[in-house]
């Protein structure tokens, strides 16, 4: 094993990485802001809307994020008769990807929520959406610290399939140093440390987000 030829293609690599992350880290926020408002969808009073919200939910989970991938990478400039980059294709693809495992997360965390704490907000005035924003919605964010953290790991490793679309992350990046050097071994190992710190930091993070919360 040649260790100087990874030692050399470390800021390269690094590069990739980096990329890796601002497109999880986007995803993950965009995701979870869409996740949250299709979970209220999920749960409105209004069959039609929680109809189209589940509807919804179930395309994107039941079709293979390659393929969302290819729809938006392909598909979104021909509707937007406007082309688009592929760091945007992609944060736009892993960010509706996200949004609908996201909602299902939201939305037990929600219902986890004692009833008897949104009748005694109502109670003492507060409306139903003071209720949701100060009550429901703080305490369903903390219960689902650990799913959210699962998908973002998931985001990050599933990042390699951007590489699909030409978008040099970190496994584009090593391929790319493999066809350079014909030594896809060291550059793939390498690669495979660096995703494996990378979702160990992200686990340590939430824990301790977590263990604080506990506390408090």
């Known amino acids: 094993m040649d260790f100087n030829l990874i030692w050399q293609n470390i800021p390269y690599l690094l590069q990739g990485a980096a990329m890796t992350l601002k497109i999880t880290g986007l995803a993950l926020v965009f995701g979870v802001l869409l996740g949250t408002l299709v979970a209220l969808a999920r749960l409105s009073p209004l069959r039609w809307l929680a109809g189209l919200a589940l509807a919804y939910i179930e395309l994107i989970r039941g079709t293979p994020m390659l393929v969302q991938i290819f729809l938006i990478f392909f598909g979104l ?5 406007h082309p688009i980059n ?17 909602a299902e997360i939201v939305r037990s965390g929600i219902q986890s929520i004692a009833r008897g704490q949104t009748e005694a907000s109502l109670s003492l005035g507060f409306t ?4 949701l924003r100060y009550i429901v919605l703080p305490q369903a964010f903390r219960r689902v610290v650990p799913p959210l953290v699962n998908e ?41 440390v660096m995703y494996l710190i990378m979702t160990l930091t992200l686990s340590f993070i939430a824990n301790r987000i977590e263990n604080r919360w506990r506390v408090a």
């Open 128 to 131: 139903p959406t003071d209720t």
């Open 152 to 192: 973002a790991i998931s985001l990050l490793k599933n990042s390699s399939l951007l590489s699909a679309i030409a978008i040099v992350e970190l496994t584009r990046a090593a391929q790319l140093v493999s066809s350079r050097t014909f030594r896809p071994f060291e550059m793939f190992l390498a690669i495979s």
């Open 77 to 81: 400039p021909q509707l937007l008769q």
């Open 86 to 102: 592929e760091f945007a294709a992609g944060v736009i693809a892993f960010s509706i990807n996200s949004s609908a495992y996201v």
